[in-house]
């Protein structure tokens, strides 16, 4: 039986009046109960799949520790296996201070006409023709099995959003022959963002958003017999993980650069990338987070990319490992066909001056490379390296043991042979359009700090430099128009998102204007309801 969730449309001031406070709802009984928009105060089971095609709001009424309210999927016979959420076309679904634990999907039995049946076990989030939203905070996903991909959430479709703050995934799985995204997988032109810092939040006093964004999070222990044994990303679809703060808000800067608030760890994948994957035009960026400990059978312990593009700025990257004796390439990172990385001053030692914990390949038991790039993948860039990222131990441009490597397949007796030579790295003397390929503003200047060289770009427009935490985004309400610049200008009337290059005033489009602050907008809709109830 499926609960769907549908609601009628309330006056602007009794929403506004939902969000200040929504009712507790205290129950004895063990079942879930799934009714409109609550807060709930006990542990209970789900028995059945809820169906959200509007807004629905749950909520826990513990923030922290052991007490946390869990929802536990349970299995009933006349019902099969089953997952929690599904949130269709239109619908929009927000959790908050929860434990979401188990949800199980096995193969779609024949005759079945659902094309992602098998897909999200915990919440599944597909946009067929209308925006689609799934929203977290605080929240913990585990125990998640589906049988193709997405243990735990499902993304698809390009009207698809989600956004989660502060969250955690652990032991979720994919668990088919080809199954992708042990915890996570975005698939076709669907968006995902994970942000250990509280965006959302961020304007609240600093002892709670310190409270919120310096509670250590994992995504720890999933895996996929495939490929992406924490997370994947197919098709075009586009993940973002934030381990660090990526907008310039105050109370970020505040603080040292951190990469060991978010950590991805013991994560395992059959094939490819341990902890990620991208393919099918897939992308992946990573930035201010800690990838160590990984496991895939083959090909990138960490990261692996085909036809897709990986980026990792302000992270560690260490200790991960491709296990097979013969065959196992990238103890860190494997590029295959048609992929890009880049490497935004991140390390692959957590100690680069010692370099006491380098990506690793069981072959032979030796130190293995920390990237290995094919020769039909695209590019490996190095931008802002101020330091050695592979330690001063090693030497990455010493033939016998490089820590990037070029495979080049030579034909020896009629087989082909694999032979790892030093990669040689993009720099701004033979590629000086490598700032402007990932985003980035020239005039490009090369890094001779360390043999690997790297190449010095600008922060785009709509952020600035910090010395300590790279490019930021300017908040809403501030724009950045000038290469270089180390802060942003105030302009509270025009800037409608985060990364504004413009103060210009709005343009009319339809006869509606377009760019308004939403503070502004939320400031009109107040005056609005307070006005329409002063004066009855």
Known sequence: MLIHATYTRLPLFLLLASFIGFPTLTSSSTPCAFVGSFTSTDHCDVTSTTVVNSSMWIQGDKDDGPSKITMKMVTVA????????????????????????????????????DNFYEYGAIVRVVANSVDTYFQAFDC?????????GGGAVYANGAKTRVSMEGVTFTNNEASYVWGRGGAILVDNFATLEISQFPLTRQSEDQQTVDKIWKKVNYIKGNSASHVGGAVAAINSGSIAIYGSPHIAFPKALQDAARKDLLIITENSAGSMGGAFMVESGGNILLRGVSVHHNVAGYFGGALAAHTGTLRAEQSLIFNNSVVHPIYGLG??????VNARFVNVNSMYVKDYETASGPNYVARSGVV??????????????????????YGKDIDPVNPVSPNCALLQIDIV??????NEVPLPLASCDNDPGVCGRNNMIGPCSTNKTHPTYSSDCKCPLGSIRSTQHGCLKCPSNFFN??????????????????????????????????GVSSNLVLTALLTMVCTTILGR
């Open 331 to 336: 103890g860190g990172i494997f590029l295959d």
């Open 140 to 148: 913990q996903f585990q125990n998640g099995i589906s049988y193709s």
């Open 413 to 418: 007796g009629g087989n082909p042979v694999q």
């Open 368 to 389: 293995g490379t920390d990237v290995t790039m094919a020769a039909e993948a695209l590019h490996y860039d190095v931008i802002n390296m101020k330091q050695s990222p």
């Open 78 to 113: 006349s019902l099969g296996k089953r997952r929690m959420f599904d949130v269709v076309d239109g619908g929009n679904l927000t959790l908050k201070n929860l434990q979401l634990s188990g949800g199980q999907l096995l193969a779609q039995p024949l005759g079945g006409t």
């Open 481 to 514: 128009d000038v290469a270089g610049a180390t802060s942003c200008k105030p302009c509270p009337m025009w800037a409608p998102s985060p990364g504004s290059s413009t103060c210009s005033p709005p343009e009319e489009v339809g006869g509606a204007i377009v």
